[in-house]
């Protein structure tokens, strides 16, 4: 298999030159028209959430090649994000999606102080966010239509709290991994259900920390499993439980990992949602990329203990879903700005099967850990 991926990962490089040629100064989202990137770096959508997924890519890229085209793609991206950390608004719960890939990878290739700097100053963001009644992470700032999420946390959140265990290991204070930790055991408290799954949002009385219940989010409703938030969860438990070694995140991400691995269809596509009606088409590749990660992750952490059997199980879940990638929805044309087609950003939302960037970020993630060409982001 060594040589398949390493043609995949050759591919992508290829690609990828280009897009990054044609994209300086640019933070691609998603197509604007066919196979084009837009920008999201303007005033207005400077603050979206995946602003730091273009920035990763080129730092993995660059991790891959050495060719400044990308190194200097991913420190202007940095600096452009500088204007989210002034805009309080701007923050919220996906600090690290915005700062791990851009910031502290940027301190993790060369010890950059001013990147170090942005770094701490998000962790403190994210940290700030913490309500210490109910043991949660708050995530999104006010809603527009007046819905109120002072007592709403999320399961995406989960892969934020790397920053908040980087803060603490550079400043040498517990505090961020301690707010890292609580918030990851009210999550396995409040979001887990019977069978391993979980829900996208739970509610809190802000005031007393008291748990109100869920709310259905991007997924098809309350009960059902939205395959990314699955993803979120079974990359993010095994993440924490790489920075800590606390048995009860391994067993939080097998529960997730065994579940989704289990909820594989047959032709390997994910949908948006695992109880989807089987007539629909809608996919998010993104939800197979971001679970590939997580899965690799935990075979790696598991392959030399007695749990070597479903270290196996989920390394080759995970290969399935990347040749799946590879062979469906892969596009290499270097022409072509967008690396995975078929993503979804909610099950409810008109459109779906379209490009979005932290797909490409995921497989090439992905790809990269098993070329060893992975910068370390999480
Ligand atoms: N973090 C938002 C999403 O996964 O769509």
Redesign the pocket.
């Known amino acids: 298999m060594a040589d398949r991926w390493q043609e995949i990962a050759d591919k992508i490089i290829k690609k990828e030159r280009s897009v990054a040629e044609r994209n300086r100064g640019r933070i691609p989202y998603t197509t604007k028209e066919a196979h084009v990137f837009g920008d999201w770096s303007g005033e207005r959508d400077i603050a979206w959430?995946t602003n730091g997924f273009w920035g990763g890519m080129l730092w993995q890229l660059w991790n891959a090649t050495k060719e400044d085209v990308f190194r200097e793609g991913a420190v202007d991206v940095e600096k452009k994000l500088d204007r989210v950390l002034m805009d309080y608004n701007g923050m919220d719960h996906?600090a690290g999606f915005r700062f791990l890939p851009t910031a502290v990878a940027h301190w993790r290739v060369d010890g950059d102080e001013e990147a170090k700097n942005r770094g701490l100053l998000a962790a403190a963001n994210l940290a700030g966010r913490f309500n210490p009644k109910g043991g949660f992470i708050r995530a999104w700032n006010d809603f527009d239509d007046g819905r109120d999420t002072r007592g709403w946390a999320i399961i995406?959140c989960m892969m934020n709290l790397p920053l908040l265990y980087w803060a603490s290991d550079q400043l040498e204070d517990p505090r961020f991994r301690m707010i890292a930790e609580i918030h990851a055991e009210t999550v396995i408290r409040n979001f887990f259900r019977e069978d391993g799954s979980v829900c996208h949002i739970a509610g809190f009385d802000p005031a007393t920390g008291s748990y109100l219940g869920r709310h259905g989010g991007?997924g098809m409703s309350e009960d059902s499993s939205w395959t990314?938030g699955q993803s979120?969860a079974l990359y993010g438990f095994a993440l924490s439980f790489q920075h800590t070694g606390r048995e009860p995140y391994l067993t939080a991400a097998m529960r997730v990992a065994d579940r989704f691995a289990m909820r594989i269809p047959e032709d390997g596509r994910i949908p948006v949602d695992f109880d989807q009606e089987s007539s629909c088409t809608w996919q998010d590749d993104t939800a197979a990329a971001i679970a590939a990660c997580g899965l690799i992750t935990l075979a790696r952490l598991l392959k030399d203990t007695d749990k070597a059997d479903a270290a196996k199980r989920y390394q080759d879940a995970a290969e399935r879903l990347l040749i799946t990638l590879d062979e469906q929805d892969a596009d290499y044309d270097p022409a072509h700005d967008e690396l995975l087609t078929k993503c979804s950003?909610?099950y409810h939302e008109e459109k779906h099967n379209f490009p979005i960037i932290y797909g490409d970020y995921f497989f090439i993630e992905a790809i990269w850990k098993l070329t060893d060409k992975e910068l370390f982001i999480w």
């Open positions: 959430w996906d995406d991007q990314r979120w950003v909610a």
